[in-house]
């Protein structure tokens, strides 16, 4: 069964610093997804991505975070200046079509773990 | 504003026994409700969605219902096993978006 895939696992950095989470969606999907889960927490939407740009991000989503679909496959998070509030779970979801009415079909990948220290 | 609300947070389940779970939505434009299960450490995985045209929709142990008059729509899980042990999700588009937004999530239990 078709798998979105996610890189690293988990990874750990300084307050500050860059991080880029990795993502490979399934292959005829159209329609990208970030979302971000705090430990205990509630899935929470951060950005999603069609046709090569943002269709709508949340208030989370500030300056600090970019998007990027450098290859056509890879579908990657920036966060230029890491804050310990960063720490949480990042997953990349997938959607292959609108739907009726606007829903999607979404399949999440495992989630990529950031600990900010 | 947006608002997914999901009852209860926690619920344990002797096994073999049923588990319902439910979620309330605020915007009456909503059409699509899937349920999300979500095992340690791993992402969510859907295990079952409906549309607004259905009432009920059953696969297998897994049924969920939808009450579009009331917003609110439910995960039923009939002769739970150990491997239900997990958290669920619920979520829908809001305000006629593409995003999903997920309820806050119950972590069920069953006892062995």
């Known amino acids: 069964e078709p798998e979105v895939t996610q890189t690293p696992s988990h990874q750990v950095t300084q307050m500050g610093q860059e991080v880029i989470l990795r993502c490979v969606p399934i292959s005829n999907h159209l329609y990208f997804y970030w979302y971000r889960q705090i430990l205990g927490q509630k899935v929470e939407f951060l950005v999603s991505f069609y046709n090569n740009e943002i269709s709508e991000k949340s208030e989370i989503f500030d300056d600090q975070f970019s998007v990027e679909r450098p290859d056509g496959s890879n579908f990657t998070l920036k966060i230029r200046s890491t804050k310990l509030e960063d720490s949480a779970m990042y997953f990349c979801?997938?959607?292959?079509?609108?739907?009726?009415?606007?829903?999607?079909?979404?399949?999440f990948g495992a989630g990529s773990r950031l600990t900010v220290l | 504003g947006e608002n997914v609300e999901q009852h209860p947070s926690t619920l344990s389940v002797q096994e073999g026994d049923s588990a319902v779970i439910k979620c309330t939505y605020s915007d009456s434009a909503s059409n699509y409700f899937p349920w999300y299960k979500q095992e340690l450490g791993k992402g969510p995985q859907l295990i079952i969605d409906?549309?607004?045209?259905?009432g009920e929709k059953k696969d297998q142990r897994i049924a969920v219902t939808l009450n579009k008059t009331a917003k609110h729509f439910s995960l039923h899980i009939t002769e739970t096993q150990p491997e239900d042990s997990a958290v669920y999700f619920c979520?829908?588009?809001?305000?006629?978006?593409?995003?999903?937004?997920f309820g806050t999530g119950t972590r069920l239990t069953i006892i062995p």
């Open positions: 979801a997938s959607g292959r079509t609108s739907g009726g009415g606007g829903a999607n079909v979404l399949t």
């Open positions: 979520a829908t588009p809001l305000v006629g978006n593409e995003k999903l937004t």
């Open positions: 409906i549309r607004s045209n259905v």
